[in-house]
Structure formats: structure tokens, C-alpha cells
């Protein structure tokens, strides 16, 4: 089960569902940003699942929220915190001991394929009084009527990184990004493209993104770079009885990884918004004197 502490952050991992059931799970949470990040719910389009997730006060799971002077909790999601309007709300139920269940139906999944900010809000009557946070990935189901263009995952970005189970880390045996880190870079991948000049009629979410290609590898740069700072503060060369050990002596080759990364992002930035720009120069006017 997951476990979302208040206001922020929470024990790291997916909730995920199985059939009507909704046998949530613990995903993996990542040696990067162990135990921390906004945890993430993950559903299917086309599914209908129904989530159990763990209120608690504290970033480990272990002091469940008291839930007893609650009278309603909303579950809302939008694609960016930007936005005016909320696209998904679910009115959930929950216990005192802070467990609260969200059912999730392709009347909120289907279209709606791709990464959203989630919230659940706690009432008394109408005052509200706690705030979790939480990412929403919904993933294009052949089942479910996704949009046509195909939003990036976190497979997607464990994949490019060969970042996909212990087995393939074999010095840390575990994975080394937590799945809230995954999505906060490309979250900041689809920020930068939206900050970087020129400014464009029309800004893009992790819901709306249309690269995908090119913002697995924006978010690939973010991830390598932020590791980077990880390995650089925690080294630390150990030696004794004629041995000698550094393991986290990897910043230069990671810092050299992320600069390529970021680089190419960002020459994808440059050439793709300056092909927009020049795109919204031209337009069409009429005169009424030859006939509009």
C-alpha cells in the first residue's frame, strides 16, 4: 500500500490496481531519493481499479493520519498547477485510521493518458484542514481511448537509463531513481521547454507533450545531473588493511553524461520553438473591397 505523508512527500513507490479489486502495491522506491518525493498512482485507461492508499503524518509510513474529525476527502488531478479547472475529482471513502480508498473508472481515465498533479483534500464540513500530494501517471491501454499521441512513462525513462531492476545495478542492488524523481525530471523538462524563449501561443503539460522522444531525453539529462550532486556530496575514499574503496567516486562520469543530456535537450528546445515561432508569423486576413 502507499503511503502519502501531509502536505508533501510521502514513502515513494506506485499504487497500482488490479481489476475491481485493487490490489494495491508498493513499487519500487529507488536508492536516488529513497523514502522521499511525491509518490505516484498509476492506473490504465480503460481499467476500472479501486485504490488503497495510506494517509500518514510522516515521511516513513509509520504514523497514520487521524482521519476522525474528517467529514469528506476529494480526490482532485490536474495537468498542470497552472490550471484553472480541475479535469478529474473523485469523492473518496476512508477510515479514522487514515486509509483511504479512491475509485478510479474510465470515465476518469480514458482521454485523460499521461502524467497529472493529484491532490487529496481533507474536509471538516467545508474548512480545509490537511493536503497530500501525489503524481497521477495513466497510461495509454489499447483497451481505453487514450489521445493519439502517447505521453512518456516511467518505464519509458527507466528503460533509456537501464535503470529497470537491482539486477541491473549491481553495485547498489536497487533501482537508483525513485519513481517521484523520474517524473519531477520530466516535469522539469516540460517547464524548461515552456520558459525557454521565444514564449509561443500555447504552453505544454506532462499530460499534453507531444515529443516524447525528445522529453525522455530532457528527462534523462535532469536525472544525471541530480544524481550528480548525490555522488559528490556523499564520497568519501575509505581504506584499510591494503584495501582502498571509493564507490560513490562516479560524479565526473555522471556530470559528463548529464552535460551531453542536457545539451541535446536543449538544441532540441532551440530548433523546435524557433520552427513554432516562425510558424505563428504567418496567418490570413481578408479585405471585403476583392471579395474577402
Not at 218 to 223: E, K, Q, R, S, V
Request: charge should be negative; include cysteine.
Amino acid at each position: 500500500m502507499i503511503c502519502i505523508a501531509e502536505n508533501s512527500g510521502g514513502k515513494g513507490g506506485v499504487a497500482g490496481g488490479a481489476g475491481s479489486s485493487g490490489q494495491a502495491s508498493q513499487g519500487a522506491q529507488g536508492f536516488g531519493a529513497h523514502g522521499y518525493g511525491y509518490p505516484v498512482i498509476e492506473a490504465t485507461t480503460g481499467m476500472t481499479v479501486t485504490l488503497e492508499v495510506q494517509l500518514t503524518k510522516d515521511y516513513n509510513g509509520e504514523i497514520a493520519s487521524d482521519l476522525t474529525d474528517i467529514t469528506k476527502i476529494l480526490f482532485k488531478a490536474r495537468p498542470s498547477m497552472a490550471s484553472s479547472s480541475t479535469e478529474i475529482e473523485v469523492e473518496c471513502t476512508y477510515t479514522p485510521e487514515g486509509v483511504v480508498t479512491l475509485p478510479l473508472t474510465p470515465a476518469e481515465l480514458n482521454r485523460n493518458n499521461g502524467v497529472w498533479y493529484a491532490e487529496f483534500l481533507c474536509y471538516n464540513d467545508d474548512l480545509l484542514v490537511q493536503v497530500y500530494k501525489a503524481y497521477l501517471s495513466i497510461l495509454n491501454g489499447m483497451d481505453g481511448t487514450g489521445r493519439a499521441h502517447n505521453t512518456v512513462s516511467i518505464m519509458d525513462v527507466r528503460m533509456a537509463l537501464m535503470d529497470t531492476s537491482p539486477e541491473a545495478n549491481q553495485l547498489l542492488d536497487d533501482l537508483e531513481f525513485s519513481d517521484g524523481l523520474i517524473l519531477n525530471a520530466v516535469s522539469r523538462a516540460v517547464n524548461e521547454w515552456n520558459e525557454t524563449p521565444p514564449s509561443l501561443a500555447q504552453n505544454f503539460t506532462m499530460k499534453s507533450f507531444p515529443y516524447k522522444e525528445h522529453l525522455i531525453k530532457g528527462a534523462t539529462g535532469f536525472l544525471l545531473e541530480a544524481i550528480t550532486y548525490r555522488y559528490m556530496r556523499n564520497r568519501m575514499h575509505y581504506s584499510a588493511a591494503g584495501l582502498s574503496l571509493d564507490t560513490s567516486d562516479k560524479g565526473k562520469e555522471y556530470q559528463q553524461m548529464a552535460a551531453m543530456a542536457r545539451q541535446e535537450w536543449r538544441n532540441f528546445v532551440a530548433l523546435k520553438k524557433t520552427e513554432h515561432n516562425m510558424t505563428e508569423c504567418f496567418g490570413t486576413f481578408s479585405l471585403p473591397y476583392f471579395g474577402r
